[in-house]
Every structure is written in structure tokens, then in C-alpha cells.
């Protein structure tokens, strides 16, 4: 018997399979998605078997043994394996590296295998033998005999092999803290004039009545606060485990479809048709936010799940919409598999198995599982499809759109790609008719969109506002405090950092390995490099001209966080951004309070602006609108819109009317003007017309090739051959522009050039650029530059 595998060697020259003889001891199990270690070079690598074969080319003499078999029982499906190979050749991945993004991050290591029984038989043919704790220590000793009786259990699907993730962080623990018995509202009335934020802290853990995290008790000081409460005996703290599950023990009440209104049911019925009928088409739904798309989801998926198939909802990075998850779960209970970033490797890989063994119908989660490995796939659903995270970028560079539609032509079953801002290149291929579109204009029980008002900053200024808020929106906060409502405040970080700058000479410190400016850290009181780490300690003086005048510049979500208390004297603030979301959980515990109505400002970055749902919430306000607008990067105006859009979508969507507060100065740019009239095709139009005159994407396709170097000089020189190579070896029609500095010139000491092609058709331009990956990595090999390659790139940066 012959495997035919491929290697985990991240080279080009090596991405194809290789022939191994497997050995006689392997072959009751050896399949086609079993992993292997194989002897390449001087040591063995990690490879995966694509197909079993009778014979080779390669004379016996010269064919190598494989070394061992990883898995027992397949870890990829034959269709995921497909979809691996369609992948590469969109993507220009290595085979090995698709192979390994479709598996979760336990799996990709070798485990300890733990055989038990799946089945009354199993269980009562070898239950002097079961447990095997340790499969491969086992094997070595047992009689051979023994061994394929067990191995021809596994392969009948009377024992099962269960793989043991490493126990390492099985269990996470953190400090809690409790009101210690005796604590009453008189008492921290009492205190509340000496020690504010102690009272704070104390209200809080009564009110809740269970032990809270220190993330739960309020931002800047709650940590200092509830330890001098543990001190006064006030308070109790303990350990506690966090729970593996992050939804265990939370009621979910069950739900019911609902009636649908006219809009849900057309799409409903569209998309219904596609599975009933099991026939492969990708629907756009562009609807409004708050016009119903989840419902119409839900119902679609009741619909596959009565079909006896099975559904994968992508959202993006879903930790960050917890509310979605909950709905799933009201409607269909424990069929459903989460997976998302901030689950552990262990909670990943116990989801990831649900699906494979079939125990769950439905998976809501981020990017990578559209890879999820079910077998009988009815629908793929793309919440949010215009959202950037859904592709990834890093080696492989896949969109999860492209693996969803691969995927959904095997299963000849539908894609349903929703967003109230769809992306201009699906919404492109909508109107074209290669993607149906379902229109939903209306918000559901016609509630009516929310008055978005455009503050220019550039008037303010004038009228003598230095501050960062305009008095409209100042007077707008405070009319909704005296109501009781509450408030969502973005401020876009994006291109907006907060850097330090010497207010006699300008000087702007700049990180030591990368061409950027190091951003300010109050918490830590340094400054910080983004892309490489690099830390420094806060200089008192400017090191160019010695001024003392160096000063914190911009604005990040602690200053405004300050200053709101400066100016709503009285105001509860929660503060929603990287710094006080790290924790796992802690951004739900955070949204859960501000449902509870326990703030009236919900302070955050971009990560507000999704999915919120709360029907306290009647104001949105965006600091700067504009700070993401002059990026180098064609899609900063897109992006624009949908952001605004989203943070508008926020507020009134229940039965109070909503109001959006839009500061900026640039009032007259069309992305922001277009979001007073919720104008999405009006945006598209405009926008359409620039990406023409622009040679843009949906018009033209781009792909960029990267080189990086130590040396200034060697990366330069080679993005020069390289982009000579290219103009030779393309057709006049491609437009090759390059050799370029990137935006960012230089990361972690290594300088970046760029070449970008443009084209509308070039058959020949994945084996042109496949051949040039191939010649490169040959005579570049040992030497220090890198060069990878973008088929469809969304960081210009
Ligand atoms: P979208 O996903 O388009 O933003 P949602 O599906 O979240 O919209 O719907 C907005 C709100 O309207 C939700 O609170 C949802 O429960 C409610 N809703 C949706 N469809 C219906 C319906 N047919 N009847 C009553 N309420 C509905
Ligand atoms: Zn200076
Ligand atoms: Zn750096």
C-alpha cells in the first residue's frame, strides 16, 4: 500500500505530494485525512495522506517507510480535502497550510490517544482492555493480534479514539470578590462622601447579590477600591474556575419562530427554495439594520435542520456579539456548536468534535469555521459579509466567503450573505444578477430609522469648542441622562492613535524597528510600539530639542473616558475597548451591565458598533468620523460608511425613536453625508464611479505581491526584478504598479516593498505567479528575503 502525502514544509518547491510505502501494521487504518510523520530531509515532518494507492513510480528500493500514523480515524473529510485543493489554486496557499487552517489548533499538534468504547459491542468485546490511556505506548507492547481487533473496532465505529488536549489551561482561574454579610445601603450611603469609588464598588456586589470579577466592578480603580474593602472586612475574595463553557449554567429561555412580515417572508421563500430543492445559489441579503435578517436566518436553518441537514453561521469575531449567539441558542437549544478567538484550545477542540461526531446541527462562529466539519452542510450563512475579518491575513489568505461558496457548490446548497452595507464587490456581483438579491428596506414593525445629525467640528472650533465633544451632543447626552436613557460613543481608533508629540519642535517618538509612532499607555505610563512590541518609558523632556513641553497628543478612549466625567459631572460611564476587554468574558459582562441599565454611556472603539440590541439605547454619537478617511487605502470611504452606519443602526431599535450625533470635519464627504439618508445605493453609486476612474476593485482585480528585507538595498532590488518579471510575463492588459515602499516601510526592522497587479482577465496569472514563487524561493533560499503573495488584499497597509 502507497500513501500519497503531503508535507508541512512551508516551501514552494515542495508543495506536492509524496509517495510512502505504508507499513503492514498501519493499514487496517491508514485513510485518506489521517495525519502522518514521515522522514523528509534529515528529519521527519508532519504530513497529511490525500489518497491510497496500489503502486508507485518510485522503484521500492528508493521509497521510504511511513513513520507513524497520528490519527487513527480521518481528521479531514474527502470534501474538506477538496475544498483544500479549489482553495489553494484561488489563493496560491501551500496545500499544507489550507490543510492545516480547517483543523482546530489541538489538532494540529500530535496528542495522546485515549481509546474507549462507542458502542454496547465495543464496550462488551474489550472491556478488559478499556480504557486504553495511552494508544501508542499500548501498541508497542500488545500482541498483534489484539491490536487489529481493536483497530477494526475503530474503524467500525465500536471504540472511538479521543484525543487528550494538553490539560494545561483546562482550567482558568480568577479572583472574585463578594459583599460580606451585614453590608447595608445606609452603610454605603455613609461611605459615599469619604470614599466614592469604594461605595461604588460596594452598591455594585450588593445590587448583584454573587460574587463578581474585578472586570464587573467598573473601570479605572475598581481593583484598588474592592482590595481596601477587603481590608475593612467588608468584602470576601476567593478563587474561583472560570467555566470552560462560556454559556454553562445561563438560562436561555426557548424561543419560537415568529410571524414573518412581507420583505422576511419573499427572502425567506427564496432562500427556502435553494434548500428544499437542494440546488447551489449565493443570496445577497441587503437589508437595513434591525429589518429582520436574523429571523430570516433562523427560520431558514429551522427549514435545513428539517431537511436532516446541518447549518454554519459566520459572524464576525463573535465574542464580540454575544446577544446573536443567545438567539441561536433560544431557538434551536444545544444543537448548537460555538467557536470563536477567545475560546481556549480546549473549549475549541470540544466544539469542533460536537461537529465531526454529529452531536450539534448548527455552528455560529468567527472566520474559521466556515470549515466546520460536517458532513451534510444545507446552508452557509455570512452575517455582516462586508466585515474585513473575514479574511484572514496570514498565510493562507482565504476570505471566508470564497471557502463558504466551494463549499456550498458540493453540498448544492445555498450562501446567504446579509449586511445592511453590503461590500461594493458582492453587492456588484448582486446587481449583475451573479448573485441573487433580497432587498429589505423597511425596520421590522416600521419602526422608523433614527435622525442622524452631522456636526461640523471646524464650526465648533470657531465658536471658541476646544473641547473633543460638540455642544450638541453634549446638550443630547444630558437630555437622555435626565430621561434615563442611555448613550453608545464610538471614537474610532483606527489611524487615530494616541502618540506623543514635542509641542515646541513637533517631534513625534517613532518605534526603533518599525516606521510608525509608538502610542501612549496611561495605565503603564509608557509608550508602546503596536506592531513590534517595543516598549520605552515616557520621556520628560523631548530628546530633540529638550523641551519639557512633550505632550500626550489624540485622543483615546481613557481621555474621553476622563473628560466625560469632567463635564457630566455625575455621569456612569462603561469603557469598552482592547484594555478592558482582554479578559475572556469580560466583554459580555460589560454589555450585560450596560443592558442592565447599570451606565448611561457605553464608551467604546469599532467594536460597539455591532450587534448591540439593547431598547434603552436612543443616542449614538461617533467622536471623529473622519480619522479612518484619509487612510492610503481604497476602501477607507467604504469603510467609513459602514461603520457609521452600524453605530447609526444602534440606536431606536425598539419602540423609542433613535438619534445619531456624527461629528466630523469633513461634513461634505459623501460617506458621511450618505449615512444621514441611511442611503446605501446612493453611496454605491458614487462610490462605483470612483473605483472606475480609480482602476479598483469590483472593476479590476488586485493582487499584491510583499517582498520584506533586513537590508534596504535587497529589498528594493528584488521588488524591481520582480516587477520587471511580471511586466514581461503578463499581457499587456495587466497593469503593474511598482516597485513601492508599503505604507508602513518598515516592521520589526525589515524593510517592505510592494508590486500591485491590476487586471481585469490574466488566465495565466496564477502559474505566472506561481512559477515566480517557485524560482524565488529556489535562489533566495538562506538568504533573509521574504516574499508572499495576496490574491485579494485588504490591508493596504
Ligand atoms: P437585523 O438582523 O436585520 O438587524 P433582527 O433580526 O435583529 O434584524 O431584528 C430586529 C428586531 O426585530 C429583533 O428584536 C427581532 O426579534 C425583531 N423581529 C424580527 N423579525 C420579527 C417579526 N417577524 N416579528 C416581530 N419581531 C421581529
Ligand atoms: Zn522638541
Ligand atoms: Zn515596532
Given at each position: 500500500?502507497?500513501?500519497?502525502?503531503?508535507?508541512?514544509?512551508?516551501?514552494?518547491?515542495?508543495?506536492?505530494?509524496?509517495?510512502?510505502?505504508?507499513?503492514?501494521?498501519?493499514?487496517?487504518?491508514?485513510?485518506?485525512?489521517?495525519?502522518?510523520?514521515?522522514?523528509?530531509?534529515?528529519?521527519?515532518?508532519?504530513?497529511?495522506?490525500?489518497?491510497?494507492?496500489?503502486?508507485?513510480?518510485?522503484?521500492?528500493?528508493?521509497?521510504?517507510?511511513?513513520?507513524?500514523?497520528?490519527?487513527?480515524?480521518?481528521?479531514?473529510?474527502?470534501?474538506?480535502?477538496?475544498?483544500?485543493?479549489?482553495?489553494?489554486?484561488?489563493?496560491?496557499?501551500?496545500?499544507?497550510?489550507?490543510?492545516?487552517?480547517?483543523?482546530?489548533?489541538?489538532?494540529?499538534?500530535?496528542?495522546?490517544?485515549?481509546?474507549?468504547?462507542?458502542?454496547?459491542?465495543?464496550?462488551?468485546?474489550?472491556?478488559?482492555?478499556?480504557?486504553?490511556?495511552?494508544?501508542?505506548?499500548?501498541?508497542?507492547?500488545?500482541?498483534?493480534?489484539?491490536?487489529?481487533?481493536?483497530?477494526?473496532?475503530?474503524?467500525?465505529?465500536?471504540?472511538?479514539?479521543?484525543?487528550?488536549?494538553?490539560?494545561?489551561?483546562?482550567?482558568?482561574?480568577?479572583?472574585?470578590?463578594?459583599?460580606?454579610?451585614?453590608?447595608?445601603?445606609?452603610?454605603?450611603?455613609?461611605?459615599?462622601?469619604?470614599?466614592?469609588?469604594?461605595?461604588?464598588?460596594?452598591?455594585?456586589?450588593?445590587?448583584?447579590?454573587?460574587?463578581?470579577?474585578?472586570?464587573?466592578?467598573?473601570?479605572?480603580?475598581?481593583?484598588?477600591?474592592?482590595?481596601?474593602?477587603?481590608?475593612?472586612?467588608?468584602?470576601?475574595?476567593?478563587?474561583?474556575?472560570?467555566?470552560?463553557?462560556?454559556?454553562?449554567?445561563?438560562?436561555?429561555?426557548?424561543?419560537?419562530?415568529?410571524?414573518?412580515?412581507?420583505?422576511?417572508?419573499?427572502?425567506?421563500?427564496?432562500i427556502?427554495?435553494?434548500?428544499?430543492?437542494?440546488?447551489?445559489r449565493v443570496f445577497m441579503i441587503r437589508g437595513?439594520?434591525?429589518?429582520?435578517k436574523?429571523?430570516?436566518y433562523?427560520?431558514?436553518?429551522?427549514?435545513?435542520?428539517?431537511?436532516?441537514?446541518?447549518?454554519?453561521?459566520l459572524?464576525?469575531?463573535?465574542?464580540?456579539?454575544?446577544?446573536?449567539?443567545?438567539?441561536?441558542?433560544?431557538?434551536?437549544?444545544?444543537?448548537?456548536?460555538?467557536?470563536?478567538?477567545?475560546?481556549?484550545?480546549?473549549?475549541?477542540?470540544?466544539?469542533?468534535?460536537?461537529?465531526?461526531?454529529?452531536?450539534?446541527?448548527?455552528?455560529?462562529?468567527?472566520?474559521?469555521?466556515?470549515?466546520?466539519?460536517?458532513?451534510?452542510?444545507?446552508?452557509i450563512i455570512i452575517d455582516e459579509e462586508h466585515e474585513?475579518?473575514y479574511?484572514?491575513?496570514?498565510?493562507?489568505?482565504?476570505?471566508a466567503r470564497?471557502?463558504a461558496i466551494?463549499?456550498a457548490?458540493?453540498?448544492?446548497?445555498p450562501v446567504v450573505l446579509g449586511s445592511?452595507?453590503p461590500s461594493?464587490e458582492s453587492y456588484?456581483r448582486a446587481?449583475?444578477?451573479?448573485y441573487e438579491l433580497l432587498?429589505?428596506?423597511?425596520?421590522?414593525?416600521?419602526?422608523?430609522?433614527?435622525?442622524?445629525?452631522?456636526?461640523?467640528?471646524?464650526?465648533?472650533?470657531?465658536?471658541?469648542?476646544?473641547?473633543?465633544?460638540?455642544?450638541?451632543?453634549?446638550?443630547?447626552?444630558?437630555?437622555?441622562?435626565?430621561?434615563?436613557?442611555?448613550?453608545?460613543?464610538?471614537?474610532?481608533?483606527?489611524?487615530?492613535?494616541?502618540?506623543?508629540?514635542?509641542?515646541?519642535?513637533?517631534?513625534?517618538?517613532?518605534?526603533?524597528?518599525?516606521?510608525?509612532?509608538?502610542?501612549?499607555?496611561?495605565?503603564?505610563?509608557?509608550?508602546?510600539?503596536?506592531?513590534?512590541?517595543?516598549?520605552?518609558?515616557?520621556?520628560?523632556?523631548?530628546?530633540?530639542?529638550?523641551?519639557?513641553?512633550?505632550?500626550?497628543?489624540?485622543?483615546?478612549?481613557?481621555?474621553?473616558?476622563?473628560?466625560?466625567?469632567?463635564?457630566?459631572?455625575?455621569?456612569?460611564?462603561?469603557?469598552?475597548?482592547?484594555?478592558?476587554?482582554?479578559?475572556?468574558?469580560?466583554?459580555?459582562?460589560?454589555?450585560?451591565?450596560?443592558?442592565?441599565?447599570?451606565?448611561?454611556?457605553?464608551?467604546?472603539?469599532?467594536?460597539?458598533?455591532?450587534?448591540?440590541?439593547?431598547?434603552?439605547?436612543?443616542?449614538?454619537?461617533?467622536?471623529?468620523?473622519?480619522?479612518?478617511?484619509?487612510?492610503?487605502?481604497?476602501?477607507?470611504?467604504?469603510?467609513?460608511?459602514?461603520?457609521?452606519?452600524?453605530?447609526?443602526?444602534?440606536?431606536?431599535?425598539?419602540?423609542?425613536?433613535?438619534?445619531?450625533?456624527?461629528?466630523?470635519?469633513?461634513?461634505?464627504?459623501?460617506?458621511?453625508?450618505?449615512?444621514?439618508?441611511?442611503?446605501?445605493?446612493?453611496?454605491?453609486?458614487?462610490?462605483?464611479?470612483?473605483?472606475?476612474?480609480?482602476?479598483?476593485?469590483?472593476?479590476?482585480?488586485?493582487?499584491?505581491?510583499?517582498?520584506?528585507?533586513?537590508?534596504?538595498?535587497?529589498?528594493?532590488?528584488?521588488?524591481?526584478?520582480?516587477?520587471?518579471?511580471?511586466?514581461?510575463?503578463?499581457?499587456?492588459?495587466?497593469?503593474?504598479?511598482?516597485?513601492?515602499?508599503?505604507?508602513?516601510?518598515?516592521?520589526?526592522?525589515?524593510?517592505?516593498?510592494?508590486?500591485?497587479?491590476?487586471?481585469?482577465?490574466?488566465?495565466?496569472?496564477?502559474?505566472?505567479?506561481?512559477?515566480?514563487?517557485?524560482?524565488?524561493?529556489?535562489?533566495?533560499?538562506?538568504?533573509?528575503?521574504?516574499?508572499?503573495?495576496?490574491?485579494?488584499?485588504?490591508?493596504?497597509?
Amino acid at each position: 500500500m502507497i500513501a500519497e502525502v503531503i508535507v508541512d514544509v512551508p516551501a514552494q518547491a515542495v508543495d506536492r505530494t509524496f509517495d510512502y510505502a505504508v507499513p503492514e501494521n498501519m493499514r487496517q487504518t491508514a485513510a485518506p485525512g489521517c495525519r502522518v510523520h514521515v522522514p523528509f530531509g534529515p528529519r521527519p515532518v508532519q504530513g497529511f495522506i490525500t489518497k491510497l494507492k496500489e503502486s508507485s513510480d518510485i522503484p521500492p528500493s528508493r521509497l521510504r517507510d511511513v513513520q507513524k500514523l497520528i490519527d487513527l480515524t480521518p481528521v479531514l473529510t474527502e470534501e474538506l480535502m477538496k475544498t483544500a485543493d479549489r482553495l489553494c489554486q484561488e489563493t496560491l496557499s501551500l496545500k499544507a497550510s489550507v490543510l492545516k487552517a480547517m483543523l482546530p489548533q489541538a489538532m494540529r499538534a500530535v496528542y495522546r490517544k485515549k481509546v474507549i468504547a462507542a458502542s454496547a459491542a465495543g464496550e462488551r468485546h474489550f472491556s478488559s482492555l478499556l480504557p486504553i490511556e495511552d494508544w501508542d505506548t499500548w501498541q508497542q507492547h500488545a500482541p498483534a493480534a489484539e491490536r487489529s481487533q481493536l483497530l477494526a473496532a475503530v474503524k467500525k465505529g465500536d471504540l472511538t479514539v479521543e484525543p487528550q488536549v494538553s490539560t494545561k489551561e483546562a482550567s482558568k482561574k480568577q479572583f472574585v470578590y463578594e459583599a460580606a454579610a451585614g453590608v447595608s445601603p445606609a452603610l454605603i450611603d455613609e461611605m459615599a462622601s469619604k470614599a466614592p469609588k469604594q461605595a461604588d464598588v460596594l452598591r455594585k456586589l450588593l445590587k448583584a447579590d454573587k460574587a463578581l470579577p474585578v472586570s464587573m466592578l467598573g473601570s479605572d480603580g475598581a481593583r484598588g477600591a474592592a482590595e481596601a474593602l477587603v481590608k475593612k472586612q467588608l468584602v470576601l475574595k476567593r478563587q474561583e474556575i472560570v467555566e470552560r463553557d462560556p454559556f454553562a449554567g445561563r438560562d436561555v429561555q426557548p424561543d419560537e419562530a415568529l410571524l414573518l412580515f412581507d420583505d422576511q417572508k419573499q427572502a425567506l421563500d427564496k432562500i427556502g427554495a435553494s434548500v428544499q430543492e437542494a440546488f447551489h445559489r449565493v443570496f445577497m441579503i441587503r437589508g437595513v439594520t434591525g429589518s429582520g435578517k436574523t429571523e430570516v436566518y433562523l427560520q431558514a436553518i429551522e427549514r435545513v435542520l428539517q431537511k436532516g441537514k446541518e447549518a454554519v453561521v459566520l459572524v464576525p469575531e463573535i465574542s464580540l456579539t454575544p446577544q446573536m449567539v443567545h438567539r441561536f441558542r433560544a431557538r434551536f437549544g444545544s444543537l448548537v456548536a460555538v467557536m470563536h478567538s477567545a475560546l481556549s484550545k480546549g473549549e475549541k477542540y470540544d466544539e469542533w468534535r460536537k461537529i465531526r461526531e454529529g452531536r450539534v446541527k448548527v455552528v455560529v462562529g468567527a472566520r474559521s469555521a466556515v470549515f466546520a466539519p460536517f458532513k451534510n452542510i444545507g446552508i452557509i450563512i455570512i452575517d455582516e459579509e462586508h466585515e474585513s475579518s473575514y479574511k484572514q491575513e496570514e498565510a493562507p489568505r482565504y476570505h471566508a466567503r470564497q471557502a463558504a461558496i466551494i463549499r456550498a457548490e458540493h453540498f448544492s446548497c445555498p450562501v446567504v450573505l446579509g449586511s445592511a452595507t453590503p461590500s461594493l464587490e458582492s453587492y456588484a456581483r448582486a446587481e449583475k444578477g451573479v448573485y441573487e438579491l433580497l432587498t429589505m428596506e423597511n425596520r421590522v414593525n416600521e419602526q422608523v430609522m433614527p435622525f442622524v445629525h452631522v456636526v461640523d467640528m471646524r464650526a465648533q472650533l470657531k465658536e471658541g469648542n476646544r473641547s473633543m465633544f460638540s455642544r450638541p451632543l453634549l446638550d443630547a447626552i444630558k437630555s437622555r441622562m435626565e430621561k434615563g436613557e442611555q448613550t453608545v460613543l464610538m471614537l474610532n481608533r483606527r489611524g487615530y492613535s494616541s502618540f506623543i508629540m514635542c509641542r515646541d519642535c513637533g517631534y513625534v517618538p517613532q518605534c526603533r524597528h518599525c516606521d510608525i509612532s509608538l502610542t501612549y499607555h496611561r495605565s503603564s505610563h509608557s509608550l508602546q510600539c503596536h506592531y513590534c512590541g517595543y516598549l520605552e518609558t515616557l520621556p520628560s523632556s523631548c530628546p530633540e530639542c529638550e523641551s519639557d513641553q512633550i505632550r500626550f497628543f489624540g485622543t483615546g478612549t481613557q481621555k474621553v473616558e476622563e473628560e466625560l466625567y469632567q463635564v457630566l459631572p455625575g455621569v456612569k460611564v462603561i469603557r469598552m475597548d482592547v484594555d478592558t476587554t482582554t479578559r475572556k468574558g469580560s466583554h459580555e459582562r460589560l454589555l450585560e451591565s450596560f443592558g442592565k441599565g447599570e451606565a448611561d454611556i457605553l464608551l467604546g472603539t469599532q467594536m460597539i458598533a455591532k450587534g448591540l440590541d439593547f431598547p434603552n439605547i436612543t443616542l449614538a454619537g461617533v467622536l471623529a468620523a473622519d480619522s479612518m478617511l484619509h487612510l492610503p487605502d481604497f476602501r477607507s470611504a467604504e469603510r467609513t460608511f459602514q461603520l457609521l452606519t452600524q453605530l447609526a443602526g444602534r440606536a431606536g431599535r425598539h419602540e423609542k425613536l433613535g438619534e445619531v450625533f456624527i461629528q466630523t470635519y469633513s461634513p461634505d464627504h459623501y460617506s458621511i453625508s450618505d449615512v444621514i439618508k441611511h442611503d446605501f445605493t446612493g453611496f454605491y453609486e458614487k462610490e462605483m464611479y470612483l473605483r472606475r476612474v480609480g482602476g479598483y476593485p469590483p472593476y479590476y482585480f488586485l493582487t499584491m505581491v510583499h517582498v520584506s528585507h533586513t537590508d534596504l538595498n535587497q529589498a528594493v532590488a528584488a521588488t524591481e526584478k520582480i516587477g520587471a518579471f511580471l511586466r514581461n510575463s503578463l499581457s499587456q492588459q495587466a497593469k503593474i504598479l511598482g516597485p513601492v515602499a508599503s505604507p508602513i516601510p518598515r516592521i520589526k526592522d525589515r524593510y517592505r516593498y510592494q508590486c500591485m497587479i491590476k487586471y481585469k482577465r490574466e488566465p495565466d496569472l496564477s502559474n505566472v505567479l506561481k512559477s515566480m514563487l517557485r524560482a524565488w524561493q529556489k535562489e533566495t533560499a538562506g538568504t533573509d528575503l521574504q516574499l508572499s503573495i495576496d490574491t485579494n488584499p485588504y490591508m493596504m497597509m
